[in-house]
Antibody, heavy 121, light 113 residues
Framework: QVQLQESGPGLVKPSQTLSLICTVSGGSISSGIYYWSWIRQPAGKGLEWIGHIYASGSTSYNPSLKSRVVISVDTSKNQFSLKLNSVTAADTAVYYC?????????????WGRGTLVTVSS | DIVMTQSPDSLAVSLGERATINCKSSQSVLYSSNNKNYLAWYQQKSGQPPKLLIYWASTRESGVPDRFSGSGSGTDFTLTISGLQAEDVAVYYCQQYYTTPYTFGQGTKLEIK
């Protein structure tokens, strides 16, 4: 069973870059079975898909964030990462990494526990 | 973007009774070439990540109790919980995976009456 674990700073200053890493175990990013996603959830609110990456490095981003987001993959470390620049308080949220059921079934089967990122000076 | 709208926003049901949550998409999520609805349901308990319950609108994920069922097609979908149990208290979300950006409903909070 695939397991995911988010890591990164819990506090980011406004206008700076939020950087998170998701470490994958129990499965290989290189397998080419899954897409690897980032999803966020502001406190008490709903879920927003940020984007995903495939093992090849191919990405797709939510247009609402596309100008500020980069998702990359490091297959040697079995990790993928999120960078969100020019953050504001509106980017404060729990950030989840997740993966789908594989083979073009793009609902999210495996999730990390989530990490809270607060944007504040 | 496909907008997902759930109803109601909150729901209180007695133990053992049936809970019904609706989800409507702003455009069809039925893919004609395979006749599959690209619609999933999740359960999120307090302080936890969402858990996949149902995919393809009506297929239960492995290990999900059979009191959870999904139905619907095209733009209108329903999650039914038959015989509500205390551990079912959670927020429930629908999600379309027909096209990017993948989008979720706003959530329905289910409580015990």
């Amino acid at each position: 069973q695939v397991q995911l674990q988010e890591s990164g700073p819990g506090l980011v200053k406004p206008s700076q870059t939020l950087s998170l890493i998701c470490t994958v175990s129990g499965g290989s990013i290189s397998s080419g079975i899954y897409y690897w996603s980032w999803i966020r959830q502001p406190a008490g609110k709903g879920l927003e898909w940020i984007g995903h990456i495939y093992a090849s490095g191919s990405t797709s981003y939510n247009p609402s964030l596309k100008s500020r987001v980069v998702i990359s993959v490091d297959t040697s470390k079995n990790q993928f990462s999120l960078k969100l620049n020019s953050v504001t308080a509106a980017d404060t949220a729990v950030y989840y990494c997740a993966t789908d059921r594989g083979y073009s079934e793009y609902c999210f089967q495996y999730w990390g526990r989530g990490t809270l990122v607060t944007v504040s000076s | 973007d496909i907008v997902m709208t759930q109803s109601p926003d909150s729901l209180a049901v007695s133990l053992g009774e049936r809970a019904t949550i609706n989800c409507k998409s702003s455009q069809s999520v039925l893919y004609s070439s395979n006749n599959k609805n690209y619609l999933a349901w999740y359960q999120q308990k307090s302080g936890q990540p969402p858990k996949l319950l149902i995919y393809w609108a009506s297929t239960r994920e492995s290990g999900v109790p059979d009191r959870f069922s999904g139905s619907g097609s095209g733009t209108d979908f329903t999650l039914t919980i038959s015989g509500l149990q205390a551990e079912d208290v959670a927020v429930y979300y629908c999600q379309q995976y027909y096209t990017t950006p993948y989008t979720f409903g706003q959530g329905t909070k289910l409580e015990i009456k």
